[in-house]
């Protein structure tokens, strides 16, 4: 409370003076005492033994210790204690913060019939009748941090389990979490019914919080999270469906270190309509903040919103096993919750090593974009998936653009299951998306700059060359042609013509290419000869207005052959490419030269230039490729960079600006050829490429240094 200005000169002055005593120091105390238990405190300690120094801090400023926490946060709980006597008790210089200990409720209500698991193994509407799963979560188990669990109910089948009882009611033993309210069984079986969850077969432990009303306080939820963190044995996830009057510091801090000790928690993002960052636990971004969708894809009205929601679930006459009949129905956001708390189960059933941030990634990145209607500003359009719950993996090698008409980088790979997998940058990674297909290749992804078109061309399954083009969403695949190829499509933009063109390897090994011009396909494809070894590479060049075409022939040397007026014959230029390389090519603006990289059968690199006449190879020894050099022209720095992975599995990279650099070490270890674009927006240049271990998409980037690597896949 703040004093009357004239209060606090009277007390300095008599202070001065020597005439009386000190008053004594007071700290803040956080929340909101209105909405608080009254004289009820949740104290946070900087130090100590916390039994010791509760037992100490009472003593001297009184109240009764109610609670101890030492996994989570260190700290206690107090009743009893006077507002002077708190502010008192914060400035103490053991304590951290002392904080009103507010009042807490379920964040979900009862209403009418209800749909919900089906909608969340589908990316689109209708429904389809079924719920299909990847695992059933076994071997994980969940803590249901709520009003405890009615454990005889059938739809557990014996795998609910007592764990203790924290609510504030004292109703029940510490070790009964006998739920007399409903919720706690809803969620629970939402989490891993039989017949209502997600996980079919994980391990429920009931941790009372709540009363028979769905009421608590914020020492009974920080002695829920305590309990979880001290006793659950990884891997384990837990869900809080709990809504606190605003941020609380102690609760927030305990989720928080929870999580970094491995529990995966889901928590409802609240029933307020408000955004979820200015409420506790909603704005615990490390956790799974989950919001509520209806049957129709809408956002529910009730559903808190904003950036630090994850993304949303079903949220609207929920169906689960009730209290005291067998079924009830209920909705609000922690129902939402409760099936990312089964998902995440499913997530760590398949990977029993993830941590907890991994988890957190994996259940994102499998939700599915844009699908969801009136969703508030700055919340994001995803909707909960657990039919993709262990997300897409890429394979082969990655292509990446970044695309001027949105801003966004985008990385296209072909994944584990031969699909078209993409994922984009615009202010956050978006997860992955399942473009479909039957892949036999690598994807090439193109941003054509004749119609803004995103255009991404693969070869499939039955060795021809087909494409998807995005200009307000996706197209269906358009197979072009019936020419059969053995390699990977390679796509430029022609500026003299118009036109945009493909060239592949055929199945016979000669190079063939088809365009598009006027708003449609040539009609064949064009045969250009040559005895191929591997895919070729292709650039437009515009000093002479030319497309050229490098490959490997059969010897292991370099040919290539230009266009003109018309196609030239295949020129040698020799060099000794290793076994299935291929050449790497690129326009220098700076010097108006051709450059040519191979990998040779020794791992080196080498390269020669045009400008007037071919110079002869050049070896940039120091570093054994295991990878095709990929080549970036750096419009900012003005130089030529070269990168590759190593025999040991690193990523290098060197540059010419004056003079070549050495070989610079990025890290390791990776698999496959990295891909490297620059990005105008933020004009730095960014490195893609696979993990060795996961096969997991990882991300670097430089602007003034080079930063970290970052997993979009996990």
């Not at 384990?236 to 999580?259: F, M, P, Q, T, Y």
């Not at 437009?540 to 207005?545: A, E, T, W």
Request: with cysteine; glycine share 10%; proline share 5%.
């Amino acid at each position: 409370m703040r004093k009357p200005a004239g209060t606090i000169v009277v007390a300095t002055i008599a202070a001065l003076l020597g005439t009386g005593p000190a008053a004594p120091a007071e700290g803040h105390v956080l929340g909101d005492a209105a909405t608080a238990k009254a004289g009820s405190y949740v104290v946070v300690l900087k130090q100590g033994d916390v039994h010791e120094r509760a037992a100490a801090l009472a003593a001297r400023f009184g109240g009764t210790v109610t609670a101890e926490y030492r996994a989570a946060i260190r700290g206690f709980a107090v009743d009893d204690l006077g507002e002077a006597q708190a502010r008192r008790l914060a400035a103490d210089p053991s304590v951290a913060s002392v904080e009103h200990n507010g009042r807490v409720t379920a964040a979900g209500t009862q209403t009418g019939p209800g749909w919900g698991l089906d909608r969340i193994d589908q990316p689109r509407l209708p429904l389809d009748n079924a719920f299909r799963y990847p695992n059933a979560g076994s071997g994980i188990t969940a803590f249901i941090v709520d009003s405890g669990i009615k454990i005889e109910h059938p739809d557990f089948g014996g795998r609910a389990s007592y764990g203790a009882n924290y609510g504030p009611d004292g109703k029940y033993g510490p070790v009964d979490p006998t739920d007399c309210y409903g919720h706690g069984t809803h969620v629970a079986a939402t989490v891993g019914g039989a017949t209502y969850g997600v996980a079919k077969d994980v391990r429920l432990v009931a941790v009372r919080i709540l009363d028979c009303r769905g009421n608590s306080t914020d020492a009974s939820v920080l002695a829920g999270i305590e309990h979880v963190t001290r006793y659950a044995a990884r891997p384990a996830v837990a869900s809080l469906s709990v809504s606190l009057a605003g941020n609380k510091v102690a609760v927030n801090d305990a989720l928080r270190a929870s999580i970094n000790t491995g529990v995966v928690w889901s928590v409802a993002a609240g029933n307020a309509g408000t955004d979820a960052c200015l409420t506790s636990p909603g704005s615990v971004t490390e956790a799974l903040v989950v919001g509520a969708s209806t049957r129709t894809d809408d956002v529910a009205p009730f559903s808190n919103r904003g950036a630090c929601v994850d993304f949303y679930a079903p949220g609207v006459d929920i169906p689960s096993a009730g209290i005291p009949d067998v079924q009830s129905i209920m909705s609000g956001t922690s129902m939402a919750a409760a099936y990312a708390t089964g998902a995440a189960a499913l997530v760590l059933s398949a990977h029993r090593a993830y941590n907890a941030r991994q988890v957190h990634n994996a259940v994102v990145q499998s939700s599915v974009d844009g699908v969801l209607k009136g969703v508030p500003a700055g919340s994001p359009n995803r909707l909960l998936q657990v039919r993709q719950a262990d997300p897409p993996q890429a394979s082969g090698r990655l292509s990446t653009l970044y695309n001027p008409r949105f801003g966004t980088t985008e990385v296209y790979a072909r994944s584990t299951d031969n699909h078209l997998i993409y994922a984009y940058y615009a202010q956050g990674w978006s997860g992955w998306t399942d473009l479909g297909g039957n892949l036999a290749g690598d994807p090439t992804a193109f941003s054509n700059p004749a119609t803004g078109a995103t255009e991404v061309y693969a070869r499939t399954a039955n060795n021809r060359i087909a494409y998807r083009r995005y200009v307000n969403g996706w197209s269906d695949w358009t197979e072009l042609g019936s020419q059969t190829v053995s390699g990977n499509p390679q796509v430029i933009y022609n500026p003299r013509f118009g036109t945009t063109e493909i060239y592949a390897r055929t199945s016979n090994n000669r190079l063939a290419f088809t365009y598009f011009v006027n708003g449609r396909w040539t009609a064949a494809w064009t045969d250009l000869a040559g005895a191929l070894t591997s895919d070729p590479a292709l650039i437009y060049n515009p000093r002479f207005g030319t497309t050229e075409a490098y490959v490997r022939n059969a010897t292991g040397g370099v040919e290539y052959k230009y266009y003109s007026a018309s196609w030239s014959a295949w020129l040698p230029l020799e060099g000794g490419m290793a076994e299935g390389a291929t050449p790497s090519v690129l326009f220098n603006p700076r010097f108006g030269s051709t450059e040519v990289y191979i990998r040779t059968a020794a791992g080196e690199l080498q390269y020669k230039t045009y400008t007037t006449a071919w110079s002869s190879w050049t070896s940039r020894p120091g570093a054994t490729l295991a990878s095709d050099p990929t080549l970036l022209y750096n419009p900012a720095a003005k130089t030529t960079e070269v990168y590759a992975r190593t025999a040991d599995n690193a990523v290098v990279y060197q540059y010419y600006a004056s003079a070549w650099s050495s070989w610079i070490h990025l890290g390791a270890p990776f698999a496959g050829t990295p891909a490297v674009i620059f990005n105008p927006r933020w004009g730095s240049t960014e490195v893609y490429t696979r993990g060795a271990s996961d096969g997991h998409t990882l991300y670097t980037y430089y602007t003034n240094g080079w930063s970290g690597w970052n997993d979009i896949s996990a």
